[in-house]
Structure formats: C-alpha cells, structure tokens
C-alpha cells in the first residue's frame, strides 16, 4: 500500500520521539508501507555541529547521516505497524538501533546540499526486529549507505 501524504516536521515529530537539535528528517515522502520511503534533510550552515566539524570546512558528520537514515527508518516502521494512525504527540515507541553493518561514507555533505535518503525494509522478523538498507544522496550523488538493525523493545 502506498500513500500519497507527504510527512513534515512537526508530522514526524508525532510518530518518533527526536527533537531538536537531534531531528535530523525534515520530509518523508513516497511510502510504500511495509516497503519503503524517501525522507530529506536540509542541510543549513546553521547547524550546530558544523561549529566542530570543521569550522574552517564544514562537513555534515557521517554519523548524523546514519543517524538521519535510522530515524527515517523508524518512521517507516511505525507507518507500517500502525497503518498510518499514530496522530497524538508521545503515542509512539522507541526504535532502538542494534546493528550498523557496511556503512561508507563516499562524498562529503556540505551546507546548502539537501540530503535524500532512501530506505527500505529488508527484512522483518514480527513486529519487534527490524533490517533495514538505506542510501542517502546529494543530487545523483551517492554520499552514504548503511544496513543496519534495530529494534522496538516490548512496552508490557
């Protein structure tokens, strides 16, 4: 099933527990529940890690990507487990990485770019363990992929 809602700031900010300055999605969009989706990140000169890394150059940390692709890969699951109704602010789980397998980083991410991050599920095992491949670009440029694993622990 796919939808056609596109999932801004404050949509996602229902469904995953991230705020800032650790949102790292602005948009999801195209998704294909219990498939796929495609999240963005602006990327402003603003931000606040770019004070460190590195002033004098400044590169979006790879870590922050993964992190980017991870929460974009926590909306599609909760997407997917409740079929689009969690609407209440605080209603959701959390998603717990487990795994970071085969992570590159292949061109820097820089102030101005905007990130696109496609996800997808691999694998699922029930509702509680979750694969996930994701890859990020800058245009047509691959800058970042990842596989990785997480987990909605049980709330009971």
């Not at 905007?114 to 800058?138: D, S, Y």
Request: aromatic share 14%; charged share 25%; proline share 6%.
């Amino acid at each position: 099933m796919s939808t056609e809602k596109v999932l801004y700031a404050e949509d996602i900010k229902r469904i995953i527990p991230h705020r800032y300055p650790f949102l790292m999605i602005d948009r999801i969009e195209d998704v294909e529940i219990g498939k796929s989706c495609t999240a963005y990140k602006n990327v402003s000169n603003n931000e606040w890690f770019f004070q460190g890394h590195f002033p004098q150059y400044p590169v979006f940390p790879g870590v922050l990507i993964i992190e980017a692709l991870a929460q974009s890969a926590g909306v599609l699951a909760f997407i997917t487990l409740f079929d689009e109704k969690v609407t209440e602010p605080g209603k959701s789980e959390f998603v717990y990485f487990t795994s970071i397998e085969n992570a590159k980083f292949r061109k820097p991410v820089l102030p101005g770019d905007v990130i696109r991050m496609e996800l997808e599920i691999a694998q699922r095992h029930g509702n509680k363990f979750w694969r996930f491949k994701g890859t990020a670009f800058v245009g047509d440029k691959l800058a970042s992929e990842a596989e990785f694993m997480a987990m909605i622990p049980d709330t009971k």
